[in-house]
């Protein structure tokens, strides 16, 4: 009797390695849910998406820090203090655009030297 081939996509494959490895299903779960035939399947399809190598001890790092999503007060202000601080770097970088964009104005239409020279002495 013959037996019929699955053939995944890479999306698919890529989704049942974050499935296994983000959660708390076993490798027969997942192949019994999406159909997987072969018991070396999911370890290969971990091998080939770079995450080559992973341990239980990894496997369960990574389900505990995905568990923890929950964000401390002291984690989710220093979130909004970045959020502030790249919101003001923008802004500072449009006004030196916008004030080198008026220098380059200047010079051109009233044909005058305003930004220093690198050769003239002080």
């Not at 290969?44 to 190598?53: L, P, Q, V, Y």
């Not at 389900?63 to 500072?92: D, H």
Request: glycine letters at 4%.
């Amino acid at each position: 009797m013959k037996r019929k081939v699955n053939h995944f996509t890479d999306d698919i494959r890529f989704q049942v390695v974050q499935e296994y490895l983000n959660t708390d299903i076993s490798q027969a779960e997942l192949m019994k849910k999406h159909s997987i035939g072969g018991n070396s399947c999911i370890p290969n399809w971990i091998r080939k998406f770079g995450t080559s190598a992973v341990t239980v001890e990894q496997i369960t790092q990574q389900r505990t820090m995905s568990k923890e999503g929950e964000k401390t007060p002291r984690e989710r202000k220093l979130e909004a203090k970045v959020k502030e601080l790249e919101k003001a770097l923008e802004q500072e970088r449009l006004r030196t655009l916008a004030l080198d964009t008026m220098i380059n104005v200047a010079e051109r239409d009233l044909k005058i030297s305003i930004r220093k020279k690198s050769g003239t002495k002080q």
